[in-house]
């Protein structure tokens, strides 16, 4: 029989992938998640001085599911991806994955309101450990020693940048736990919903939009976003809807190449990738937003790097023995 060609994840029921196919989508996960993120800090800063009160952060969210879910529909409708329509239980199926996205929100939300933003940077570096330990103890991913190494690093990195300001309370340690445990869980599922959920990516895609509406929808209604939003003539411009749409549309192609990231690389590698987003977010930031790169977020960004290098090493390595 031909030889069996490598794989990335080694998990032994996924696909056997080439490491190019792996790298592929982690680079397209993390040009869309910086990009994301850039479209978001573009709206914010200039928008949110026109709210009297709070944000829109979780009405952003919504508005963006359904512009995500138009334009899959709207693929489908040209014949350029196929999915079933819409099932109930399919729908059950699919709805741990977004009640822990939702989790995930609250739960960070809250942990920037009690904790320093370093504080918080630390916590995201034991949460690749928590899904990593994860990702051995549901799927039977070996994690190599040099992967580990590469945590430590970052981590140590982060602790050593956020040093001046490591203050935290129990209210805030709690907020920061419990953010841990929901974003690990949610990667975490994420990935035992790709293997087990029969759809397409796109379909995956048009479900994770669709239930992100509803269960989000009602939120902006009791949190105040929705008022507020309605009460701020200010934004209601062609402008501001345009860009939103746009993030929307930049969120379409991020749902797929998350999905796309977790089911051919696994959790470890997707939240380690989500860490290393961090660092061109920084320098992208500190270019086209003029925002301050702090001499610890710039030994944080060096790292960071190296933790990166280290752990494209360690897995280059590993599908090299296979």
Known sequence: PPPESPQFDKHPMSPRYSPLKAICACVLYCFCSVSMVLVNKSLASSYNHLID???LNFLLVVFQA???VIAVEFSKAMGWVEYPAFD???ARQWAPVNIA?????FTGMASFQHNSVPLVTVFKNITNIFTAVGDFTCFGTKVEPLVMAAFGIMLGGAVFAAQNDLSATFVGLFWMFANCISTSG???YMKHATKTVKLSKFGMVFYNNVLCTLFLLPVTL?????KAFLATKAIHTNEYFLKNSFAGFVGFFLNFASLNCVALTGPTTYALV???NKIPTAILGWLVFNIEITPQTWFF????MSGGFLFSYAKVKSSRKK
Request: glycine share 18%; with cysteine.
């Open 53 to 55: 009160k709070g944000n």
């Open 66 to 68: 359904v512009v995500a």
């Open 88 to 90: 109930l239980k399919t």
């Open 101 to 105: 996205f939702c989790a995930m929100l």
């Open 186 to 188: 949610y990667i975490l």
């Open 222 to 226: 009791c949190n105040g976003e929705m």
């Open 274 to 276: 989500g860490s290393l």
């Open 301 to 304: 960004i060096g790292v960071g």
